[in-house]
């Protein structure tokens, strides 16, 4: 024993008292003590050590540290806070599924037989009762709460008597503190920020060694007594360290002897101020950047990261958090690879057996979907053994047939509320079988197989789904169910299904609930994950999200999506009366110390994102309240929308190491017209002596959208503008396909045509849109008829119409130029246009009407939005043409103008109108242009080039 003693003694290890407390404003420093204390001189080795964490980052933590620094771990077993008081009694822990079922029994029962009582939680569920396991638990997380603070009076009498009741089932954890305990071994409590007064004096009793990090030198109690004064020595911790004060309070009203030992070296500005309680200083360590996105949050930390990789900084010293860290994991995973570790990562996310039943869960809640079907149907599990030509047969049939939700009629009916087979399982499936039958280009006679699989596929699936939403079980039965249905469709995976839910088949609880009440339940036993890490995943980037002493010491750490209302975050129960203790702290509170300790553990450098702009509009967005004192004493950086803008690679720009960045900013600037204004002035160009093929829908950009036209000639990548579509609103575009639509058949077969292509909706929305619509395309085939041209007529002459040879043009400087495409509404007496007859609308159709005059298509125009028609007024329209196709290889070479709503201000020489019609104009190119490029005043330059082509026109029409 002698010689062990000797041993300790030669590690440094002292002889302290039974029971005390150490503060350290580092958590290495706190590790130091309970090393010693674990080991203490004359101790057995084997001796019973039973440690109390905060949370499994810390378990592991502390292991490794453990092994690295005494290459022993014997005896020791870290626990849990409600774990270890449990042990220490000798008594089976409590089952948090079991109280949460209990109490969802007794809600369900009082909902029946003490309506009186329980009407606020009556209102609560409404016609939601998955809403009962929901408050459940809640339920069972306040009343662990409840017992750990001590009894208190409850206003709500509903909730005062599932208190009582849930007292009756389980043994009190309150009285439980009060008795001595049985288990024997030294107690070490390390790393809470909180603890509850009756846990603190119960440890306290039992002479625990307690290890509590602290970011100041003095007792916290002062400090808020100081600021209720008036007298604020420290604004940040003050805002910060609320839950940490309560802990000191305790500490200084207590008779446990406490040791300080606070690393005073090598701190940063900001911990330095915090340990001293000084004024804030300039702290070059802590960078806060702006982002437009998530993606860019992510990519920024990727850019900024790289110089620490580069240098001596391993992946293990960086620690990624953020308030959800499921929130980013699809974006760290894109933007580093396999260089992170998602700490939270379960196996839900990995395993392929959790995801196939977690679809077939969704099936109703996305209303068997066309995307949720595919999924399940290209699931690598699933029976049919599909390979990926076949899947990718079904995904053409689902595109082409119009398929979007709903399994038929009746479903859509139960759902809506309105019957209609259009885009429905069933109709695409009724539309594949006539196409079998009659002969049809969208499956083949090979595929009919496939095609029933498919169908019966879907008559058995829902049919089981059916069974499943209908039935009451209790939740042993229902796990035994989710087996059932899962060996049913899908071959078996790694086990991890059956793993989680055999434990759910031993549950005593016979209480029968519906699928929609157990389902939170189920869900939640599905998506747990152990904290077993491999070793290769130790060498990682962690990601993790910010829960109490998750943020853990680190050289860098980095918080993602720090903006007002995601951190930190409130408590948003929106049952009144869930009545908590005056002595536990709002989450408020708690999540502000969380960011008080990255403030602590940051070693070299503390960097911090947020979103700074909303997506949707562009508006600004402001960052997290507790960056607020911060913001004016450390570097401030907002970035552009791309990460390939040039201000990130000036000499003294925004910080990028991106060499794709880089690049794509070369090829940008590469790119960029190799005028210097916009809109110049227009130069001579030289026709090339070649043939040269020119497609009818160029030739219409050209007229409509010049820009545009200019700026894929020369390579642009094509920028489409996303806009947030009113549900209850039909776009111009869908309404001019419909208008065409119209002209070659009955109204209500086009809105059908459209309804299945998901340009309309069905079901309610469309009964309160179907008015709007008929308004405005009604007249189209009511005046076609009226000009007596017939809509059938249209069609099969059209139809001859594509099949016409290409027309050729014969220019200057022997330059032959064939017109291919297709000439829409073209019958034997007219030209059937779908526009007003106004300058802009001649303007926009004009090249159709060159081109079906010199096809000998007809004389004459009819403008169908409002029933006019226009007659030739040239009898050769080859110089028009000749003239139109010089301006359309102009406008390749330089950009131009010309838009059809600014070529009456051109003409009558109106600058300013025409200047003002042009920013006014909708075309996504030009308002791009507008905002990234100098637009010079030279639009009467063009004025000659205006006359040329349109003059002529617009006299004689207008």
């Given at each position: 024993?002698?010689?062990?003693?000797?041993?300790?003694?030669?590690?440094?290890?002292?002889?302290?008292?039974?029971?005390?407390?150490?503060?350290?404003?580092?958590?290495?420093k706190?590790?130091?003590?309970?090393?010693?204390?674990?080991?203490?001189?004359?101790?057995?080795?084997?001796?019973?050590?039973?440690?109390?964490?905060?949370?499994?980052?810390?378990?592991?933590?502390?292991?490794?540290?453990?092994?690295?620094?005494l290459?022993?771990?014997?005896?020791?077993?870290?626990?849990?806070?409600?774990?270890?008081?449990?042990?220490?009694?000798?008594?089976?822990p409590?089952?948090?599924?079991?109280?949460?079922?209990?109490?969802?029994?007794?809600?369900?029962?009082?909902?029946?037989?003490?309506?009186?009582?329980?009407?606020?939680?009556?209102?609560?569920?409404?016609?939601?009762?998955?809403?009962?396991?929901?408050?459940?638990?809640?339920?069972?997380?306040?009343?662990?709460?409840?017992?750990?603070?001590?009894?208190?009076?409850?206003?709500h009498?509903?909730?005062?008597?599932?208190?009582?009741?849930?007292?009756?089932?389980?043994?009190?954890?309150?009285?439980?503190?009060?008795?001595?305990?049985?288990?024997?071994?030294?107690?070490?409590?390390?790393?809470?920020?909180?603890?509850?007064?009756?846990?603190?004096?119960?440890?306290?009793?039992?002479?625990?060694?307690?290890?509590?990090?602290?970011?100041?030198?003095?007792?916290?109690?002062?400090?808020?007594?100081?600021?209720?004064?008036?007298?604020?020595?420290?604004?940040?911790?003050?805002?910060?360290?609320?839950?940490?004060?309560?802990?000191?309070?305790?500490?200084?009203?207590?008779?446990?002897?406490?040791?300080?030992?606070?690393?005073?070296?090598?701190?940063?500005?900001?911990?330095?101020?915090?340990?001293?309680?000084?004024p804030?200083?300039?702290?070059?360590?802590?960078?806060?950047?702006?982002?437009?996105?998530?993606?860019?949050?992510?990519?920024?930390?990727?850019?900024?990261?790289?110089?620490?990789?580069?240098?001596?900084?391993?992946?293990?010293?960086?620690?990624?958090?953020?308030?959800?860290?499921?929130?980013?994991?699809?974006?760290?995973?894109?933007?580093?690879?396999?260089?992170?570790f998602?700490?939270?990562?379960?196996?839900?996310?990995?395993?392929?057996?959790?995801?196939?039943?977690?679809?077939?869960?969704?099936?109703?809640?996305?209303?068997w979907?066309?995307?949720?079907?595919?999924?399940?149907?290209?699931?690598?599990?699933?029976?049919?053994?599909?390979?990926?030509?076949q899947?990718?047969?079904?995904?053409?049939?689902?595109?082409?047939?119009?398929?979007?939700?709903?399994?038929?009629?009746?479903?859509?009916?139960?759902?809506?509320?309105?019957?209609?087979?259009?885009?429905?399982?069933?109709?695409?499936?009724?539309?594949?079988?006539?196409?079998?039958?009659?002969?049809?280009?969208?499956?083949?006679?090979?595929?009919?197989?496939?095609?029933?699989?498919?169908?019966?596929?879907?008559?058995?699936?829902?049919?089981?789904?059916?069974?499943?939403?209908?039935?009451?079980?209790?939740?042993?039965?229902?796990?035994?169910?989710?087996?059932?249905?899962?060996?049913?469709?899908?071959?078996?995976?790694?086990?991890?299904?059956?793993?989680?839910?055999?434990?759910?088949?031993?549950?005593?609880?016979k209480?029968?609930?519906?699928?929609?009440?157990?389902?939170?339940?189920?869900?939640?036993?599905?998506?747990?994950?152990?904290?077993?890490?491999?070793?290769?995943?130790?060498?990682?980037?962690?990601?993790?999200?910010?829960?109490?002493?998750?943020?853990?010491?680190?050289?860098?750490?980095?918080?993602?999506?720090?903006?007002?209302?995601?951190?930190?975050?409130?408590?948003?129960?929106?049952?009144?009366?869930l009545?908590?203790?005056?002595?536990?702290?709002?989450?408020?509170?708690?999540?502000?110390?969380?960011?008080?300790?990255?403030?602590?553990?940051?070693?070299?450098?503390?960097?911090?994102?947020?979103?700074?702009r909303?997506?949707?509009?562009?508006?600004?967005?402001?960052?997290?309240?507790?960056?607020?004192?911060?913001?004016?004493?450390?570097?401030?950086?907002?970035?552009?929308?791309?990460?390939?803008?040039?201000?990130?690679?000036?000499?003294?720009?925004?910080?990028s190491?991106?060499?794709?960045?880089?690049?794509?900013?070369?090829?940008?600037?590469?790119?960029?017209?190799?005028?210097?204004?916009?809109?110049?002035?227009?130069?001579?160009?030289?026709l090339?002596?070649?043939?040269?093929?020119?497609h009818?829908?160029?030739?219409?950009?050209?007229?409509?959208?010049?820009?545009?036209?200019?700026?894929?000639?020369?390579?642009?990548?094509?920028?489409?503008?996303r806009?947030?579509?009113?549900p209850?609103?039909?776009?111009?575009?869908?309404?001019?396909?419909?208008?065409?639509?119209?002209?070659?058949?009955?109204?209500q077969?086009?809105?059908?045509?459209?309804?299945?292509?998901?340009?309309?909706?069905?079901?309610n929305?469309?009964?309160?849109?179907?008015?709007?619509?008929?308004?405005?395309?009604?007249?189209?085939?009511?005046?076609?008829?009226?000009?007596?041209?017939?809509?059938?007529?249209?069609?099969?002459?059209?139809?001859?119409?594509?099949?016409?040879?290409?027309?050729?043009?014969?220019?200057?400087?022997?330059?032959?130029?064939?017109?291919?495409?297709?000439?829409?509404?073209?019958?034997?007496?007219?030209?059937?246009?779908?526009?007003?007859?106004?300058?802009?609308?001649?303007?926009?159709?004009?090249p159709?009407?060159?081109?079906?005059?010199?096809?000998?298509?007809?004389?004459?125009?009819?403008?169908?939005?409002?029933?006019?028609q226009?007659?030739?007024?040239?009898?050769?329209?080859?110089?028009?043409?000749?003239?139109?196709?010089?301006?359309?290889?102009?406008?390749?070479?330089q950009?131009?103008?010309?838009?059809?709503?600014?070529?009456?201000?051109?003409?009558?020489?109106?600058?300013?109108?025409?200047?003002q019609?042009?920013?006014?104009?909708?075309?996504?190119?030009?308002?791009?242009?507008?905002?990234?490029?100098?637009?010079?005043?030279?639009?009467?330059?063009?004025?000659?080039?205006?006359?040329?082509?349109?003059?002529?026109?617009?006299?004689?029409?207008?």
């Amino acid at each position: 024993m002698k010689e062990e003693n000797n041993n300790f003694l030669d590690l440094g290890i002292k002889k302290l008292n039974p029971s005390t407390l150490f503060f350290s404003n580092q958590l290495e420093k706190l590790f130091e003590h309970l090393q010693e204390q674990l080991f203490l001189e004359g101790a057995s080795i084997f001796a019973s050590r039973l440690i109390i964490v905060p949370s499994p980052a810390v378990e592991q933590w502390l292991r490794l540290r453990l092994a690295e620094h005494l290459g022993i771990a014997t005896a020791i077993q870290p626990f849990f806070l409600t774990q270890a008081v449990y042990h220490l009694f000798k008594q089976r822990p409590i089952q948090r599924i079991e109280q949460i079922l209990f109490l969802a029994e007794k809600i369900s029962k009082g909902l029946l037989e003490d309506q009186v009582l329980f009407e606020p939680v009556k209102q609560y569920i409404g016609e939601r009762p998955q809403r009962v396991m929901i408050l459940a638990k809640k339920l069972a997380y306040l009343f662990q709460r409840y017992g750990q603070y001590g009894d208190f009076q409850i206003q709500h009498p509903w909730q005062q008597f599932l208190w009582e009741q849930h007292q009756r089932c389980f043994p009190p954890f309150n009285e439980l503190l009060k008795r001595p305990a049985l288990a024997k071994g030294k107690i070490h409590v390390f790393g809470l920020n909180h603890l509850p007064p009756l846990l603190f004096h119960f440890f306290e009793r039992q002479q625990a060694s307690f290890y509590f990090l602290s970011p100041c030198k003095e007792f916290w109690s002062d400090l808020y007594q100081e600021a209720c004064c008036g007298d604020r020595p420290q604004p940040l911790l003050l805002s910060l360290g609320r839950v940490g004060g309560q802990l000191a309070k305790m500490v200084e009203e207590s008779s446990i002897q406490t040791y300080e030992d606070y690393q005073e070296e090598a701190l940063h500005p900001t911990q330095y101020s915090l340990l001293h309680l000084l004024p804030l200083q300039q702290d070059s360590s802590i960078e806060i950047h702006a982002a437009s996105t998530k993606m860019r949050e992510v990519q920024i930390l990727s850019s900024l990261l790289q110089p620490y990789l580069a240098s001596s900084v391993e992946p293990k010293d960086i620690l990624i958090m953020a308030p959800d860290i499921k929130e980013y994991a699809p974006y760290l995973r894109a933007v580093f690879g396999s260089w992170v570790f998602l700490k939270e990562e379960t196996n839900r996310d990995k395993d392929e057996e959790i995801q196939a039943i977690e679809l077939l869960f969704s099936m109703e809640d996305h209303r068997w979907s066309a995307t949720n079907v595919l999924k399940v149907l290209r699931h690598p599990l699933f029976k049919s053994h599909w390979n990926a030509k076949q899947c990718e047969t079904i995904h053409k049939w689902v595109v082409e047939t119009g398929i979007r939700w709903g399994l038929d009629g009746t479903h859509r009916k139960r759902v809506l509320g309105v019957e209609t087979d259009h885009g429905t399982w069933k109709d695409g499936c009724c539309q594949l079988l006539e196409e079998l039958g009659c002969g049809g280009t969208r499956i083949d006679f090979p595929d009919a197989e496939l095609l029933g699989e498919l169908m019966d596929i879907l008559d058995v699936l829902p049919k089981a789904l059916d069974c499943f939403y209908s039935s009451q079980y209790c939740l042993s039965q229902w796990a035994r169910a989710c087996l059932d249905l899962y060996e049913k469709f899908f071959d078996s995976g790694s086990g991890v299904l059956a793993q989680r839910l055999t434990p759910l088949l031993t549950q005593s609880n016979k209480h029968s609930y519906p699928f929609q009440v157990i389902r939170p339940l189920l869900e939640e036993v599905l998506s747990q994950s152990g904290t077993d890490n491999r070793m290769q995943d130790l060498q990682r980037i962690c990601c993790d999200s910010l829960l109490p002493m998750r943020c853990l010491p680190a050289k860098i750490i980095c918080l993602l999506g720090m903006n007002e209302g995601a951190f930190p975050r409130y408590d948003t129960d929106s049952l009144d009366g869930l009545q908590k203790s005056s002595e536990l702290p709002p989450q408020v509170d708690f999540d502000r110390y969380l960011f008080l300790e990255a403030l602590l553990n940051y070693r070299d450098k503390l960097l911090i994102t947020y979103q700074g702009r909303d997506p949707l509009d562009g508006s600004e967005l402001p960052p997290s309240p507790v960056l607020q004192l911060l913001l004016p004493h450390v570097s401030h950086c907002i970035h552009p929308l791309h990460g390939y803008d040039e201000r990130y690679f000036l000499e003294q720009g925004l910080p990028s190491s991106s060499q794709d960045n880089y690049e794509l900013c070369l090829a940008k600037q590469e790119e960029k017209p190799s005028c210097s204004v916009l809109f110049h002035i227009p130069k001579p160009f030289e026709l090339p002596q070649q043939e040269i093929v020119v497609h009818v829908s160029d030739l219409l950009q050209c007229v409509r959208t010049p820009l545009r036209h200019f700026y894929e000639q020369i390579s642009f990548a094509k920028r489409k503008k996303r806009t947030q579509e009113d549900p209850l609103s039909v776009s111009p575009l869908v309404l001019a396909k419909l208008r065409r639509l119209c002209l070659k058949m009955p109204q209500q077969q086009a809105i059908e045509v459209l309804q299945r292509q998901g340009e309309i909706p069905t079901g309610n929305l469309f009964e309160a849109l179907k008015e709007r619509i008929s308004s405005q395309i009604l007249e189209v085939p009511t005046q076609t008829y009226e000009l007596q041209l017939g809509v059938k007529k249209t069609y099969e002459i059209e139809q001859d119409v594509f099949h016409m040879p290409a027309f050729t043009v014969c220019l200057k400087n022997k330059t032959i130029v064939h017109v291919v495409g297709r000439l829409e509404g073209v019958s034997s007496q007219s030209v059937i246009l779908p526009d007003k007859a106004d300058p802009v609308g001649a303007i926009k159709w004009w090249p159709v009407c060159l081109l079906s005059h010199s096809l000998g298509l007809g004389t004459s125009w009819t403008f169908s939005r409002d029933q006019k028609q226009k007659q030739a007024f040239f009898q050769d329209a080859m110089p028009a043409l000749t003239t139109l196709l010089h301006y359309y290889f102009q406008s390749q070479s330089q950009a131009s103008p010309l838009y059809p709503q600014i070529i009456l201000p051109i003409i009558k020489g109106d600058q300013d109108r025409a200047f003002q019609t042009l920013e006014e104009t909708l075309d996504p190119a030009l308002q791009w242009a507008l905002q990234t490029q100098q637009i010079g005043r030279n639009l009467p330059t063009w004025q000659h080039t205006a006359c040329e082509l349109y003059q002529e026109m617009i006299h004689a029409w207008f």
